[in-house]
DNA sequence: CTGAAAGCGCTTACAG
DNA sequence: CTGAAAGCGCTTACAG
């Protein structure tokens, strides 16, 4: 249907072979007038090469995989942006996988991933590490086996690369941070137990708590969503007992995500409670979209569209060492009008 | 290097052609010992078909492109999503491209995806109607001509299916709206003039206010971005001479876009200036992430995910008369705080 | 039901 | 520098 190089070559006069080593470039130089004649019919013919063919004959494919949680939460949309960037600078076309989070539809889109023959794989929907199912990590190591590589962003992986934020660390700054800017009593709004950031965070933040003597008041726990920081907080808030201009120092919440938070302050909102006069809540990840918030959020911010470019250059780079690098992203504790006293 | 039909179909002791059979569930049903004898061959290998090669011997990639602005822009991040999950249902394999609002690497992604043999492709980033260059429309041309299916959404191209917001008419509604809640005064804060979008949503709201004898104050305008908003505010406020505290009523203004419209708001809020008490916004799009605002933003509402959705389904539709199909999206006006008086 | 063979559109040693 | 030919891994008429 489509015009072929054969179509190319026998308007130009040559064989397919000279046709196609002057269209892509190869390192072999052809004549003045037939590299010309080539081009030319390829233009008038409107060739546009078939990429699955060539993938065929050569060995790879161009594709990068990329696998998120839900295209849709701002964390993971900044992280893709910067996917996106470092490929097209490496010349290599993103497939998307948005998964719902749910792990069947991540372990269908890593199979059509490799079914594509895609040359590497992100992943950046992180779970416990080590809670990769069995036929998950067999699959993986076919892939790899096969050339193909794969980085994980905020999950160590038994193998492969891996980019991953500080969130255990970063989460104890902001412990302390807290802590010197006057804050007394600590709850906490968790994410799921199966993801691995969520559980750094958490315990990132328990843990320098302890280490100082305090204790939260209380832990409560919902989804990665908007919504799961909305219903965990109206739980945390009838635990709390908490009121409206009790005068008693607010309780300091931090919640693992920004968009938790949000939500959080919105539920608070609806039992006419006011941060941060009645309570106060920190989020983690700075999300941009987030920024102009009222009153504005405590947080961490991770530099998302980065840990997006690292990934993929650390996918694509040719040294086989590289294959298992792991790169460490701090986060930077920012304290605004959400936590002040 | 990975394992090939040709070596299941050896181990198993069986043709390709069988092995072929079996495997991809083809209608003709080979007899019961072999099929087990295939899939079991596969399965003990790893077999992990060829999604190239498959696509080389058949019709069909499999592929569908999207194209958008910036992927971490939330209007096309909800956008994706849907465009996600509706190519799930439909087992295809998303290829994304963000654009960076960039017209050269737009042609690019295009160009990139025909190559690719997308089975069709859906552009989420508008611009004015006619202003498809001649290179992206002959490309388009062909690529249609190949059978290729492309969808726009937001920007009627001369050809293709469309999924088109009623930006024009909701526009003028939330104008009625806004008229009917008593305000008098409006000022507009556009968009960029070579986008459809921009330029519809401007239209709509200032050819209803004229219809009922009122004319903007001033007009300003800026990027498609938080920053584009703040900045034009600025300009706003200095052409307005807005003051705190006037006790005047407040001007009304309306920003193409919820995220322009926060960047605004965040603009008057340096400068003292407190929404809705001195200045009043609306917006435009109904972001998920921003809902939880405050001011709450008044806005019109659109079914983003809903428009990713149908824009994949008119793309997949196989009656052949779909492929020119146009489909509506009417919106809804959202009165809230930021508009209050 | 099953197999041999051609074909999908390229690339790339291997000869000339 | 250029071309004939094999090969990449599948699918699918066409015979049997």
């Given amino acids: ?33 037939v590299a010309d004649r080539v081009r030319t019919a390829a233009r008038e013919l409107g060739y546009v090469p078939n990429a699955q063919a060539q993938a065929l004959a050569r060995a790879s494919t161009g594709l990068l995989g990329l696998i998120v949680h839900d295209i849709a939460d701002p964390y993971f949309s900044s992280i893709a942006r910067g996917v996106q960037s470092a490929a097209r600078t490496a010349n290599k076309q993103v497939l998307l996988a948005s998964t719902d989070r749910d792990f069947d539809i991540e372990r269908d889109a890593v199979s059509t991933f490799i079914s594509h023959r895609a040359d590497a794989i992100v992943l950046a929907g992180s779970r416990q590490s080590g809670d990769l199912d069995r036929d998950l990590e067999t699959e993986f190591g076919r892939y790899r086996a096969n050339g193909g590589r794969v980085v994980a962003i905020g999950q160590p992986l038994a193998f492969g690369g891996a980019v991953e934020p500080e969130n255990h660390y970063a989460s104890g700054q902001l412990a302390d941070a807290l802590i010197e800017a006057g804050h007394q009593r600590f709850a906490v709004i968790g994410g799921p137990g199966n993801i691995r950031t969520s559980v750094d965070r958490r315990n990132g933040f328990v843990e320098t708590l302890a280490r100082r003597g305090l204790t939260p008041l209380v832990e409560v726990s919902g989804d990665f969503t908007r919504d799961g920081g909305h219903s965990a907080a109206h739980r945390l808030a009838a635990a709390l007992q908490v009121t409206a201009d009790s005068g008693a120092p607010p309780v300091c919440v931090f919640a693992v995500t920004d968009v938790m938070a949000i939500g959080a302050i919105a539920a608070w909102r609806d039992l006419g409670l006011s941060v941060p006069r009645d309570v106060c809540i920190a989020g983690f990840d700075d999300i941009p979209t987030l920024r102009d918030h009222t009153p504005s959020l405590s947080t961490v911010a991770l530099p998302l569209e980065e840990i997006g470019t690292r990934a993929v250059e650390l996918a694509l780079r040719t040294d086989a060492d590289a294959a298992d690098l792991r790169e460490r992203i701090p986060g930077r504790v920012i ?7």
């Fill in 1 to 33: 249907m489509a015009v072929t190089l054969q179509d190319v070559a026998a308007r130009a006069g040559v064989s397919q072979a000279t046709a196609s080593r002057v269209l892509n470039g190869s390192a072999r130089v052809p004549g003045e007038g």
């Fill in 335 to 341: 304290l605004r009008d959400s936590t002040r006293l």
